[in-house]
């Protein structure tokens, strides 16, 4: 069982909007603003889209935003794109004793 | 640029002991706030923590594993390796390193995986 909880799968059609959530606790969530996420391709390696909550790495694009309120963080992604068809996984800092928490995953799926 | 790349066996016996190495470039252990991340996924399944260690040694594991994992460095070789001890057909999964930012605390740049089987 996974810290984090995501919802196991979303969909949206091309063009739309859809939104993961990622509920943890005041221990970490909560706690710090070093909430994660990351796209997985079948076959593929994660790869990091958000970090420090909001912040989006070079090379990913705008329609990727993030949030966090409380102890839950959401992943928004706008104009949905056939090859944003993956698996997404949030993690959280949870303070230096294990250092990070991940989600259970949630399954995008382009309709 | 950064690069990690996992190596090590592709099937183990049950109770054996697997070890596993990250060998990486484009950034040193030695560098302040510099780590190097575990991570696995069983097939079909999701992503699951393993523990990180830290330029300065500290290492941090997730408290599920129950002292069965270990990993240690070897800055010289840009090397990082990971040790499971005793394993069952639920370690059976990818095994991923990844370069854990400091002050961002996430996992950057991600090795490829390699798929290790506990089988007899």
């Known amino acids: 069982q996974s810290a984090l909880t995501q919802p196991p799968s979303a969909s949206g059609s091309p063009g739309q909007s859809v939104t993961i959530s990622c509920s943890g606790t005041s221990s970490d969530v909560g706690d710090y603003d070093f909430v994660s996420w990351y796209q997985q391709h079948p076959g593929k390696a994660p790869k990091l889209i958000i970090s420090e909550v909001d912040k989006r790495p070079s090379g990913v694009p705008a329609r990727f935003s993030a949030s966090k309120s409380g102890n839950t963080a959401s992943l928004t992604v706008t104009g949905l794109q056939a090859d944003d068809e993956a698996d997404y996984y949030c993690t959280s800092y949870a303070g230096s004793k294990q250092d990070v928490v991940f989600g259970g995953g949630t399954k995008l799926t382009v309709l | 640029q950064i690069t990690l790349k996992e190596s090590g066996p592709t099937l183990v016996k049950p109770t054996q002991t697997l070890t596993l190495t990250c060998t990486f470039s484009g950034f040193s252990l030695t560098t302040y706030g510099v780590g190097v991340g575990w991570i696995r996924q069983p097939p079909g399944k999701a992503l699951e923590w393993l523990g990180v260690?830290?330029?300065?040694?500290?290492?941090r594991y997730n408290p599920s594993l129950k002292n069965r994992v270990t990993i240690t460095k070897d800055t010289s070789k840009n090397q990082v390796v990971l040790t499971v001890y005793n394993v069952g057909p639920a370690d059976t999964a990818t095994y991923y390193c990844?370069?854990?930012?400091?002050?961002?605390?996430?996992?950057?740049?991600w090795g490829q995986g390699t798929l290790v089987t506990v089988s007899s």
């Open positions: 990844a370069h854990r930012e400091h002050y961002k605390r996430a996992l950057d740049f």
């Open positions: 260690i830290f330029w300065h040694d500290e290492q």
